[in-house]
Protein backbone atom coordinates (compact mmCIF):
# COMPACT_ATOMS: atom_id res chain seq x y z
CA UNK A 1 0.00 0.00 0.00
CA UNK A 2 1.33 3.48 -1.10
CA UNK A 3 2.33 6.19 1.58
CA UNK A 4 -1.00 8.02 0.28
CA UNK A 5 -3.21 5.80 0.01
CA UNK A 6 -2.08 4.76 3.70
CA UNK A 7 -2.65 8.32 4.91
CA UNK A 8 -6.28 8.03 3.16
CA UNK A 9 -7.62 4.97 4.81
CA UNK A 10 -6.33 6.04 8.29
CA UNK A 11 -8.01 9.84 7.97
CA UNK A 12 -11.10 8.11 6.31
CA UNK A 13 -11.08 6.02 9.46
CA UNK A 14 -10.33 8.90 11.87
CA UNK A 15 -13.49 10.66 10.47
CA UNK A 16 -15.92 7.67 10.74
CA UNK A 17 -14.87 6.82 14.03
CA UNK A 18 -15.93 10.33 15.47
CA UNK A 19 -19.65 9.51 13.54
CA UNK A 20 -20.12 7.64 17.18
CA UNK A 21 -19.56 10.23 19.28
CA UNK A 22 -22.54 12.93 19.86
CA UNK A 23 -19.49 15.41 21.42
CA UNK A 24 -16.84 15.65 19.27
CA UNK A 25 -16.31 19.53 18.20
CA UNK A 26 -13.68 21.74 18.90
CA UNK A 27 -14.07 25.41 20.32
CA UNK A 28 -10.99 27.26 20.15
CA UNK A 29 -12.14 31.11 22.02
CA UNK A 30 -10.18 32.81 24.73
CA UNK A 31 -10.66 32.30 28.20
CA UNK A 32 -13.41 33.93 29.28
CA UNK A 33 -12.97 36.67 31.83
CA UNK A 34 -15.61 36.55 34.77
CA UNK A 35 -17.07 39.70 35.37
CA UNK A 36 -18.38 39.20 38.71
CA UNK A 37 -18.02 36.37 41.14
CA UNK A 38 -19.50 33.30 39.87
CA UNK A 39 -22.29 31.31 41.81
CA UNK A 40 -20.70 28.09 41.67
CA UNK A 41 -17.10 26.94 40.85
CA UNK A 42 -18.22 23.41 39.16
CA UNK A 43 -15.20 20.47 38.64
CA UNK A 44 -15.46 17.62 37.36
CA UNK A 45 -14.89 14.13 38.37
CA UNK A 46 -12.49 11.84 37.12
CA UNK A 47 -11.71 7.92 37.11
CA UNK A 48 -10.03 6.79 41.05
CA UNK A 49 -8.28 3.99 41.21
CA UNK A 50 -9.55 1.05 41.89
CA UNK A 51 -8.79 1.59 45.42
CA UNK A 52 -10.65 4.29 45.81
CA UNK A 53 -7.75 6.88 45.10
CA UNK A 54 -7.20 9.90 43.41
CA UNK A 55 -5.10 10.77 40.81
CA UNK A 56 -2.37 13.51 40.05
CA UNK A 57 -5.22 14.92 37.65
CA UNK A 58 -7.75 15.10 40.40
CA UNK A 59 -5.61 16.42 43.06
CA UNK A 60 -4.74 19.06 40.47
CA UNK A 61 -8.22 19.62 39.31
CA UNK A 62 -8.90 20.60 42.82
CA UNK A 63 -5.98 22.56 44.18
CA UNK A 64 -7.00 24.94 41.32
CA UNK A 65 -10.64 25.16 42.33
CA UNK A 66 -9.37 25.71 45.93
CA UNK A 67 -6.93 28.52 44.46
CA UNK A 68 -9.98 30.02 42.35
CA UNK A 69 -12.45 30.02 45.54
CA UNK A 70 -9.94 31.50 47.76
CA UNK A 71 -9.35 34.58 45.09
CA UNK A 72 -13.36 35.02 45.15
CA UNK A 73 -13.84 33.81 41.88
CA UNK A 74 -17.22 31.66 42.87
CA UNK A 75 -19.01 31.57 46.45
CA UNK A 76 -19.41 27.71 46.97
CA UNK A 77 -17.85 24.98 45.20
CA UNK A 78 -19.55 22.24 43.48
CA UNK A 79 -18.00 18.53 42.71
CA UNK A 80 -19.79 16.11 40.17
CA UNK A 81 -18.91 12.63 39.97
CA UNK A 82 -20.22 8.96 40.29
CA UNK A 83 -18.10 5.76 39.08
CA UNK A 84 -17.76 4.46 42.90
CA UNK A 85 -14.33 2.17 43.54
CA UNK A 86 -13.91 0.75 46.46
CA UNK A 87 -16.90 2.58 47.43
CA UNK A 88 -16.03 5.68 47.20
CA UNK A 89 -17.36 8.44 44.68
CA UNK A 90 -15.56 10.53 42.58
CA UNK A 91 -17.42 13.41 44.30
CA UNK A 92 -16.90 12.10 47.74
CA UNK A 93 -12.71 12.02 47.16
CA UNK A 94 -13.18 15.83 45.91
CA UNK A 95 -14.67 16.86 49.08
CA UNK A 96 -11.90 14.98 50.81
CA UNK A 97 -9.17 16.98 49.36
CA UNK A 98 -10.63 19.79 49.09
CA UNK A 99 -11.39 19.72 52.80
CA UNK A 100 -7.58 18.60 52.95
CA UNK A 101 -6.89 21.56 51.04
CA UNK A 102 -8.37 24.05 53.15
CA UNK A 103 -12.32 24.41 51.78
CA UNK A 104 -14.65 24.85 54.45
CA UNK A 105 -17.21 21.75 54.11
CA UNK A 106 -20.21 23.86 54.07
CA UNK A 107 -19.10 25.36 50.86
CA UNK A 108 -19.16 22.29 48.87
CA UNK A 109 -21.92 20.89 47.19
CA UNK A 110 -21.69 17.27 45.91
CA UNK A 111 -23.43 15.90 43.10
CA UNK A 112 -22.36 11.86 42.90
CA UNK A 113 -24.64 10.47 39.97
CA UNK A 114 -22.94 11.25 37.10
CA UNK A 115 -20.93 8.94 35.17
CA UNK A 116 -20.10 10.39 31.95
CA UNK A 117 -19.30 14.76 31.09
CA UNK A 118 -22.74 14.90 29.86
CA UNK A 119 -24.08 13.88 32.94
CA UNK A 120 -22.35 15.83 35.06
CA UNK A 121 -23.04 18.93 32.62
CA UNK A 122 -26.57 17.65 32.91
CA UNK A 123 -26.93 17.53 36.97
CA UNK A 124 -24.89 20.24 37.38
CA UNK A 125 -27.74 22.38 35.38
CA UNK A 126 -30.44 20.96 37.61
CA UNK A 127 -28.82 21.28 40.58
CA UNK A 128 -28.39 25.02 39.24
CA UNK A 129 -31.72 25.61 38.33
CA UNK A 130 -33.04 24.32 42.00
CA UNK A 131 -30.52 26.74 44.14
CA UNK A 132 -31.53 29.46 41.71
CA UNK A 133 -27.87 29.96 40.64
CA UNK A 134 -27.22 31.96 37.61
CA UNK A 135 -23.57 31.57 36.68
CA UNK A 136 -20.77 28.81 36.76
CA UNK A 137 -17.17 28.39 36.57
CA UNK A 138 -15.90 25.42 34.99
CA UNK A 139 -12.57 24.36 36.86
CA UNK A 140 -10.92 21.09 35.29
CA UNK A 141 -7.52 20.50 32.94
CA UNK A 142 -6.87 21.56 29.32
CA UNK A 143 -7.98 18.34 27.59
CA UNK A 144 -10.80 17.75 29.29
CA UNK A 145 -11.68 21.40 28.71
CA UNK A 146 -12.23 21.33 24.94
CA UNK A 147 -14.67 18.42 25.58
CA UNK A 148 -16.42 19.61 28.37
CA UNK A 149 -17.11 23.31 27.05
CA UNK A 150 -19.54 21.78 24.49
CA UNK A 151 -20.80 19.61 26.69
CA UNK A 152 -21.90 22.15 29.56
CA UNK A 153 -22.82 24.95 26.98
CA UNK A 154 -25.75 22.53 25.19
CA UNK A 155 -27.32 22.02 28.81
CA UNK A 156 -26.53 25.39 30.06
CA UNK A 157 -27.90 27.53 27.36
CA UNK A 158 -30.95 25.99 27.14
CA UNK A 159 -31.65 26.88 31.18
CA UNK A 160 -29.97 30.40 30.27
CA UNK A 161 -27.25 29.43 32.79
CA UNK A 162 -24.07 31.64 32.30
CA UNK A 163 -20.81 29.07 31.78
CA UNK A 164 -17.06 30.40 32.12
CA UNK A 165 -13.97 28.56 32.22
CA UNK A 166 -10.81 28.45 33.69
CA UNK A 167 -8.53 25.52 33.12
CA UNK A 168 -5.91 24.11 35.67
CA UNK A 169 -2.80 26.02 35.54
CA UNK A 170 -0.04 23.79 36.45
CA UNK A 171 2.51 26.24 36.14
CA UNK A 172 0.75 28.41 38.72
CA UNK A 173 0.26 25.30 40.95
CA UNK A 174 3.67 24.27 40.64
CA UNK A 175 5.27 27.55 41.95
CA UNK A 176 3.06 27.52 44.30
CA UNK A 177 4.05 24.09 45.42
CA UNK A 178 0.42 22.52 45.04
CA UNK A 179 1.01 20.57 42.03
CA UNK A 180 0.67 16.37 41.67
CA UNK A 181 2.98 14.87 39.00
CA UNK A 182 1.72 11.98 37.47
CA UNK A 183 4.07 9.41 38.89
CA UNK A 184 3.21 10.45 42.44
CA UNK A 185 1.34 7.92 44.40
CA UNK A 186 -2.47 8.47 44.27
CA UNK A 187 -4.34 9.82 47.47
Not at 95 to 110: C, F, H, K, N, T
Not at 164 to 181: I, N, S
Amino acid sequence: MSTRAALALALTTAALGNLGCSYYRWEQKPVHVIPAPADVLVVPGIRLTDDGLGTFVLHNRMAMAIQLLRQGRARRLLVTGGNPKAGVTEAAKMISLAVEMGADPDEIIAEPFATSTVENAENTAALMQAFGWSSALLVTDRVHLGYALPVFRDHFEPAELALYWAPVDYEYLKRRGLMRFPGDPPR
